[in-house]
């Protein structure tokens, strides 16, 4: 009886040290996802899924950031948050649910490190430009507002003119008119209508542009700059001939030497939009015959026209006005 007195006590302590570290476990399972990370977020980024689901990471105080090496006999290398850029594919441990995860440890390879920094490199430029149509798309609707405001105005002074009533009324008219067609055009300007698009094929496991590719891409570029508030789309695919992350790498490479070769033909670079490689997704042809996967080795390149800058605003006063 002693001999249990004694035990008692102990039992308590080792139940009560144990709790804390059972309550703590059970917040969340563990959970191992890939995707690309969408934004950067405060303490961690937002990421979409190979499912297409979005999830919150937040990185825990002790968290290992390194690489995934394909070589084993050396060691990874070691990165930092910062270097979870947008863009980057990564694969992601910790502990979580379906919408949010808290991240212990990290890895993503050099090659999807380098394809996101090219990928932002490009999207800071369009980002750009786009705060800049915004600035002018305000200035044109403070100047709407103003327009509008001196419709009152003009229906007044033409009612004392003799005679004067039904011209100030076609005036107000054709200045509604004015207001109206400029507000339509300000919302279009975001409004992209596909111009021309060409297909670019290659070989298999290779991203080098042929020279009917170059010719294709020669003739596309003199098109392009012939048009006005254009910009460029460039999508990347891969066939199902090998593993599905080289296939994702490979589709960016693809639209990365169409870029590149845009560029040196004198396309700049804020007109070419997010060039992206979709690796084995959205193919369109049978990647289970050899003819279907030839097709599917492409770049899609697409000349876009905004509708707000290339369509005119024309307001037509009445015959009868004097």
Same mark, same amino acid.
């Given at each position: 009886m002693k001999r249990i007195s004694f035990l008692s006590p102990l039992v308590v302590l080792l139940v009560a040290l %144990?709790?804390?570290?059972? #309550? +703590?476990?059970? &917040? @969340?399972?563990?959970?191992?996802?890939?995707?690309?990370?969408?934004?950067?977020?405060?303490?961690?980024?937002?990421?979409?899924?190979q499912a297409g689901s979005e999830l919150t990471v937040r990185l825990a105080s002790n968290a290992k950031i390194e690489e995934k090496k394909s070589n084993p006999f050396r060691g990874s290398k070691k990165y930092?948050?910062?270097?979870?850029?947008?863009g980057l594919y990564v694969e992601v441990e910790g502990r979580g649910d379906a919408g949010t995860l808290t991240a212990e440890?990290?890895?993503?390879?050099?090659?999807?490190?380098?394809?996101?920094?090219?990928?932002?490199?490009t999207v800071v430029p369009v980002e750009n430009r786009l705060g800049e149509a915004e600035?002018?798309?305000? %200035?044109?609707?403070?100047? #709407? +507002?103003?327009? &509008? @405001?001196?419709?009152?105005?003009?229906?007044?002074?033409?009612?004392?003119a003799k005679g004067g009533a039904a011209a100030a009324q076609e005036t107000a008219d054709v200045a509604v008119d004015g207001?109206?067609?400029?507000?339509?055009?300000?919302?279009?300007?975001?409004?992209y209508e596909v111009k021309k698009t060409e297909t670019i094929n290659f070989k298999v496991g290779s991203a080098v542009l042929s020279a009917e590719a170059k010719a294709t891409l020669d003739q596309l570029a003199a098109e392009a700059k012939t048009e006005k508030g254009f910009v460029i789309e460039v999508r990347g695919f891969a066939s199902a001939d090998g593993a599905e992350n080289s296939n994702?790498?490979?589709?960016?490479?693809?639209?990365?030497?169409?870029?590149?070769?845009?560029?040196?033909?004198?396309?700049?670079?804020r007109r070419i939009v997010l060039p992206f490689g979709y690796g084995?997704?959205?193919?369109?042809?049978?990647?289970?015959?050899?003819?279907?996967?030839?097709?599917?080795?492409?770049?899609e390149v697409s000349i876009l026209v905004s509708?707000?800058?290339?369509s005119p605003v024309n307001v037509e006063r009445p015959a009868s006005s004097k």
């Open positions: %144990a709790m804390p570290v059972a #309550a +703590q476990t059970t &917040s @969340g399972g563990k959970m191992k996802v890939s995707g690309i990370i969408l934004k950067q977020e405060d303490q961690g980024f937002r990421m979409r899924d930092t948050a910062a270097q979870l850029v947008r440890k990290i890895k993503f390879s050099s090659d999807a490190l380098r394809v996101a920094d090219s990928v932002n490199s600035t002018r798309v305000t %200035a044109a609707e403070q100047n #709407a +507002q103003r327009l &509008s @405001g001196q419709l009152d105005e003009l229906a007044q002074v033409a009612n004392l207001v109206n067609k400029t507000n339509d055009r300000i919302s279009s300007l975001d409004d994702r790498v490979l589709s960016q490479r693809r639209a990365q030497n169409v870029m590149q070769y845009l560029a040196e033909k004198e396309i700049p670079l084995e997704a959205m193919p369109i042809a049978d990647n289970t015959t050899r003819d279907g996967r030839k097709q599917n080795r492409r770049t509708k707000g800058l290339t």
